[in-house]
């Protein structure tokens, strides 16, 4: 019988995750081209839980040219952790099946299990600073538990022109699978082998759909873009385990 070995989540940069993603080299160039498309074009994406995590969650989005605003709303998120959360663009731009079988604890589907159903990270919604592939698993910088999330970036002209044919998926990662209130376990991250596999396994996925009859644009919204709202959203990383 293996020895249970708890494992922590560490401050790391992900840009060597690059082919672990399913990173388009293209797709995380340089974010300097505002377009010449400026339809504003909005989308809306209905988070629904993976892997039993009873996330339930709402992003809506807004491209102006090659600007981006980001809202996601969320509850059931692991308290006090980081979670990582992303657009992925590629595969069949779908969220995979919930009921997949996947290599994770107990069949959990882990990140790369449904590489082929949402494809790679080619968006990293921080809450500050980079937002390219780079960024993936920069965990100081993701959202804490359930806090609100928003900005407004730049994105690259692929991503510009996925977006304004719908295509894409928001996903949110990081399960308690055991219920310890941490992230830890035996088994190891997909992504990364110092990172324990409830860090990064997908906790929801939501398809990116065109609102086109424009009713959820980001002024209906309220607040203010460009800021996270309240200060201290990325928390503190003393809920991952020691």
Do not use: K
């Not at 074009?41 to 605003?69: C, P, Q, R």
């Not at 941490?182 to 409830?198: C, F, R, T």
């Not at 906790?203 to 460009?226: P, R």
């Amino acid at each position: 019988m293996r020895t249970m070995t708890r494992r922590t989540l560490p401050v790391l940069a992900a840009t060597a995750l690059f082919s672990s993603l399913g990173v388009a080299p293209a797709m995380a160039g340089s974010l300097g081209s505002t377009g010449t498309d400026t339809d504003t074009t909005n989308l809306t994406a209905n988070i629904t839980e993976l892997n039993d995590s009873g996330v339930e969650s709402t992003a809506w989005l807004t491209l102006d040219g090659n600007e981006l605003s980001v809202r996601i709303d969320s509850s059931g998120l692991l308290a006090g952790a980081p979670h990582a959360q992303h657009i992925h663009i590629g595969g069949a731009n779908q969220c995979p099946d919930p009921n997949q079988e996947g290599t994770g604890f107990e069949g959990a589907i882990r990140t790369t299990d449904a590489i082929d159903s949402y494809g790679g990270v080619q968006v990293s919604l921080t809450t500050e600073g980079d937002t390219s592939p780079a960024s993936a698993l920069a965990v100081e910088r993701f959202p804490v538990g359930d806090a609100a999330y928003s900005r407004t970036f730049t994105v690259t002209d692929e991503v510009a022109a996925s977006l304004r044919n719908g295509e894409g998926s928001v996903v949110l990662h990081g399960v308690d699978h055991n219920g310890s209130g941490e992230y830890d376990g035996e088994q190891v991250s997909d992504l990364n082998p110092d990172l324990p596999s409830e860090a990064t396994d997908p906790a929801a996925c939501g398809e990116l759909n065109i609102d086109s009859m424009g009713s959820l644009s980001m002024g209906s919204l309220g607040g203010s873009f460009g800021s996270m709202g309240s200060t201290g959203s990325t928390g503190s990383l003393g809920s991952l385990g020691s």
